[in-house]
């Protein structure tokens, strides 16, 4: 089982990014895929989640109107669109995938916002 996170990177105040998590050796269809992150110095914290269906999302909100997240579950992966970066936003985004008994975690991506 395996979650791998993409497209972490330096973007200036303002800018965007697009995060995605590519899961293989299981199907993500019936998992409730999570993003969290984590700055140095504070706890791992949830940043949007999504249901199996896609039809309902969650968000902190300190990101609510700028993070979207998705999935494709034809394609295995997980997206989260970051618009309006802040400098508060820098940590290492994390992907989850939760069904019943199993929980699953990829290694992380780094993500800087710094002029």
């Known amino acids: 089982v395996k979650l791998v996170e993409s497209g972490g990177g330096l973007v200036q105040p303002g800018g965007s990014l697009r995060l995605s998590c590519t899961a293989s050796r299981f199907t993500i269809s019936r998992y409730y895929m999570s993003w969290y992150r984590q700055a140095p110095g504070k706890e791992r914290e949830l940043v949007a989640a999504i249901s199996g269906t896609g039809r309902t999302t969650t968000y902190a909100d300190s990101v609510k109107d700028r993070f979207t997240i998705s999935r494709d579950n034809d394609q295995n992966t997980v997206a989260l669109q970051m618009n309006s970066l802040k400098p508060e936003d820098t940590a290492v985004y994390y992907c989850?995938?939760?069904?019943?008994?199993?929980?699953?975690w990829g290694q992380g991506t780094q993500v800087t916002v710094s002029s």
């Open positions: 989850n995938a939760k069904y019943m008994n199993n929980n699953y």
